[in-house]
């Protein structure tokens, strides 16, 4: 194995300290950093972790100065702003330098929810009916979209925006929620059919060629009766309320035969269909009809050791040390001028 300078990208506040004794790992606001500098370095590359905030100048001065052979990129937003996250990578592109995750096109598709369902509609893959609501807007429900409904930022992520109250059993709850949306996420909102039933997660590492990870499930069996199983913010960012629910997720089991092999073809369509690049998560749900319904596609998720993502990678035999040397040699690959 070649050894890399790899130059990581995060967040300036989440640039973890060189000593980290006295720090609860699980808790802080830098695991995922940490998890991914200090693994890489045990992998015996040279790492150096880059703080960015709003100030394109300090990634420019770093890979000047430095020369690293590849990013390893972080960044889920650009200046505060989430969408921006795709001017970044275009940034890296422009510098001729490789990245780990998504390409800026797909960064893009994927980011806007809806637009992201109207490029599934063409290629005639399932999703949950839905209107959008820009800000500014108020709610005009068509005939056609019939209650439950849940209402979401249409660009947002990590259930930002997301509690009980966000599923609606009326037009004045669903104006209510519209409003909260763009009022406190700051967003447009996206309000789609409430799917009853099984949540799954699919990884895929790839760019032409795709590496599928077994299904993951979301479980929530033991939420309060009259709550709906949803992944709510505190479903998926509190321990506490983890802890009190028994909230976890594991390899999906108990699936109808040959279903989990429709799950994973499904979402290597929506992969593609989006064009995506490195690696994502795809979000669906299954009815008890047995119906799927894919809810989002999430490039660059959570890659913390012990989340989601990578306890499905170490599933497939990828522990955390293989499945990041896998994403530097996905991103060595990509190309960005013959992915058009």
């Known amino acids: 194995m070649k050894r890399l300078r790899v130059l990581v990208l995060m967040h300036k506040d989440l640039v973890p300290p060189e000593q980290v004794n006295g720090h609860d790992l699980e808790t802080v606001a830098w695991r995922t950093e940490h998890d991914v500098v200090s693994t890489l370095k045990k992998l015996g590359h040279e790492v150096l972790p880059l703080g960015v905030k709003s100030d394109l100048d300090v990634i420019h001065s770093a890979i000047e100065s430095w020369k690293p052979d590849i990013a390893f990129n972080l960044l889920e937003e650009f200046d505060g702003i989430s969408v921006y996250d795709q001017h970044v990578v ?83 709850k669903l104006s209510e929620r519209v409003a909260f949306i763009h009022n406190n996420v700051g967003s ?58 028994g909230i976890t997720s594991r390899e999906a089991d108990k699936l109808p035969e040959g279903k989990a092999e429709d799950i994973q073809d499904l979402s290597k369509q929506v992969y593609r269909a989006l064009g ?17 319904y894919v809810l989002e596609a999430n490039p660059n998720p959570q890659i913390a050791e012990d989340e989601d993502f990578a306890d499905s990678a170490k599933k497939a035999d990828y ?17 960005p001028a013959k992915a058009a």
């Open 188 to 245: 447009g909102a996206l309000i789609e059919r409430y799917i009853e039933g099984r949540e799954f997660y699919v990884g895929i590492i790839g760019n032409g060629q795709l590496q599928v990870l077994p299904v993951w499930e979301l479980i929530m069996d033991k939420l309060p009766e009259d709550a709906k199983r949803i992944a709510t913010e505190r479903v998926k960012w509190s321990r506490k309320y983890q802890q009190k629910y």
């Open 90 to 172: 275009s940034y890296l592109e422009l510098l001729h330098l490789p990245y780990t995750g998504c390409n800026p096109r797909g960064l893009m598709l994927a980011r806007d929810k809806a637009l992201t369902k109207k490029v599934l509609s063409f290629h005639r893959i399932p999703y949950p009916e839905f209107i959008e609501v820009p800000q500014g807007r108020t709610v005009r429900r068509p005939k056609w979209l019939f209650f439950p409904l849940i209402v979401k930022s249409v660009s947002e992520e990590a259930s930002l925006g997301i509690s009980q109250a966000s599923i609606v059993e009326d037009d004045d």
């Open 319 to 335: 522990h955390y040390k293989e499945l990041l040397q896998e994403l530097l040699n996905v991103g060595l690959r990509w190309r």
């Open 276 to 292: 995506l690049s490195g690696y994502a998560r795809i979000d669906m749900r299954m009815a008890d009809d047995g119906q799927l």
